[in-house]
């Protein structure tokens, strides 16, 4: 995920680069400019419906990244996880996602982007395993697969769209993917997504998006 926090958060720019640049040297397994730590998921203030999810999927306590990511992204900060593979980052970003959709409402509010189709189908079968008792409704949108059947599951409605950035950008470009109420913004493997030349899709990307939206 990428972004950066708003004022009165306890973020500070010059201690944020040190940390994150001794994450990338490998001396620390995660890093948070949030001190908040919870240790459980009951802990969280969660909603009771995303917590059957979160147990039903078989977790049982919090991964290190998830004790400390999940409430200020609910919060609706701006928020940057960065962590080792295998470490819980895609449950923690599902999780915040879900805890602050609007179910009421079937419009795509979050948008995520992945750097691979497999990758976005395996973040998709999280959310939706994880939103399992919210009756959230997620869709893939990746290259390789059928535009039509993409354009008709956008019709019918979802409130979560994982996609790979060519074919997203195609179905916000078509209008079948209406940007309108996307509030939350996420970029999976942020670092492989700007590397991998996707800089441009993700930029016009943006372009499309409302304003105001947390990335
Ligand atoms: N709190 C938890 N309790 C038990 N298992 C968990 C927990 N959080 C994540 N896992 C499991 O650990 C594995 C890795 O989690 P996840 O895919 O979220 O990590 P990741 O950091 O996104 O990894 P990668 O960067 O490799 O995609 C998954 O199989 C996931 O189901």
Same mark, same amino acid.
């Given at each position: ?5 708003? &004022?009165?958060?306890?973020? +500070? ?48 306590? *919090? ?11 609910? %919060? ?26 609007? @179910? ?13 189709? &497999? ?12 939103? +399992?008792?919210?009756?959230? %409704? ?26 790979? *950035?060519?074919?997203? @950008? ?12 996307? %509030?939350?913004?996420?970029?999976? &493997? ?7 030349? @996707? %800089? +441009?899709?993700?930029? +016009?990307? @943006? ?7 947390? *990335?």
């Amino acid at each position: 995920m990428a972004g950066s926090a708003p &004022e009165g958060t306890q973020f +500070d720019t010059r201690q944020f680069d040190q940390r994150l640049n001794e994450v990338l040297e490998g001396q620390d397994e995660f890093f948070t400019s949030y001190d908040e730590v919870h240790e459980s998921f009951d802990a969280m203030g969660l909603q009771e419906n995303l917590l059957r999810g979160i147990y039903a999927y078989g977790f049982e306590k *919090p991964s290190a990244i998830q004790q400390r990511g999940i409430v200020p992204f609910c %919060k609706g900060l701006d928020v940057i996880q960065q962590a080792q593979s295998g470490t819980g980052k895609t449950a923690t970003f599902c999780s915040g996602v879900l805890q602050q959709l609007d @179910f009421s409402l079937v419009q795509c509010q979050a948008l995520v982007l992945a750097p691979t189709r &497999e990758l976005a189908q395996q973040i998709e079968k999280v959310m939706r395993a994880l939103g +399992d008792y919210l009756g959230v %409704k997620v869709h893939a949108c990746v290259g390789g697969t059928s535009v039509r059947e993409d354009q008709r599951i956008l019709q019918a409605g979802v409130h979560v769209v994982v996609g790979t *950035p060519g074919r997203v @950008f195609d179905m916000l470009r078509r209008q079948s993917l209406r940007s309108d109420s996307i %509030k939350m913004f996420v970029l999976d &493997e942020a670092d492989e997504m700007l590397s991998r030349g @996707f %800089k +441009d899709q993700i930029y +016009d990307i @943006f372009q499309l998006l409302p304003p105001k939206i947390q *990335p």
